[in-house]
């Protein structure tokens, strides 16, 4: 989108960047207001609170020299995929995680969200369609989005994170320890999950199955991302903080 846009030849290359990265910016808060306000059923005064944790959390991940506006994309189509699985909209949900490929591989989420919604009963008792239903989801949209990687830019782009795992992640924070500062990353996901786990805490009595399944999800698709990602760059935990703000907002009833 920015080479296209570039190309135009009406702003310059720098310009249309921050353009760009405040519409997606702009669209993720969008998008984040409306599901929990109309899904999500909370009222004004809880998203706004909610979209002042998520825009601190977005802060905090722009910790290395280089954003992209896709890191924004991601809340977007996190929250779009919350959207369609609590609304249980299956083919709304394959649609918008064929979408997501054309972003990137955190599409795969997808089916993610839609088993820890409708893949469990209350009780936590598996529902192997609805398993199957996601996990097909995930397949479909990780491919796709590989696929797209392979047209667009070749197979050099195509294979998974190398320099990413728990060795990379060992790795960095062993730096961390010969070297800490108030701006390392340990310091800044600190500051990140300090205020979301004391509200999520705040709220622990009002957690019912769904929220607590979702919670779950959201810490999957960490564990998920490190195949592709590294926890020091702190904008590929945007996908997981979407849903437990989500949550965060949605299971607070002093706010509703």
Not at 27 to 45: D, E
Not at 192 to 218: C, D, E, Q
């Amino acid at each position: 989108g920015l080479k296209f846009l570039s190309g135009m030849g009406t702003l310059s290359v720098s310009k249309w960047y921050l353009l760009l990265r405040l519409f997606t910016a702009f669209l993720a808060f969008l998008v984040f207001f409306y599901a929990v306000v109309k899904v999500g059923g909370v009222k004004y005064k809880a998203a706004a609170m909610g979209m002042m944790l998520l825009a601190y959390e977005f802060v905090l991940s722009f910790n290395h020299g280089f954003e992209h506006p896709p890191d924004f994309l991601d809340a977007v189509f996190m929250t779009l995929f919350l959207w369609a699985s609590l609304k249980a909209r299956p083919m709304t949900l394959l649609i918008f995680a064929l979408l997501g490929s054309l972003n990137r591989e955190s599409c795969v989420f997808a089916g993610v969200v839609w088993i820890s919604v409708n893949g469990f009963n209350e009780a936590f008792r598996p529902k192997y369609p609805e398993i199957l239903y996601g996990a097909l989801i995930s397949i479909t949209s990780y491919s796709a989005a590989i696929v797209i990687r392979l047209a667009l830019g070749g197979s050099k782009i195509t294979c998974l994170e190398v320099d990413a795992g728990l060795p990379h992640l060992a790795a960095r924070f062993k730096e961390f320890l010969h070297n800490p500062t108030n701006s390392s990353w340990p310091v800044l996901l600190a500051a990140m999950f300090v205020p979301l786990i004391l509200w999520l805490w705040s709220s622990r009595r009002s957690l019912t199955s769904i929220h607590l399944r979702l919670l779950a999800a959201s810490a999957a698709t960490t564990l998920m991302s490190q195949q592709y990602a590294r926890m020091d760059e702190l904008r590929t935990l945007i996908p997981a903080l979407t849903i437990a703000v989500y949550v965060a907002v949605v299971s607070d009833k002093d706010l509703q």
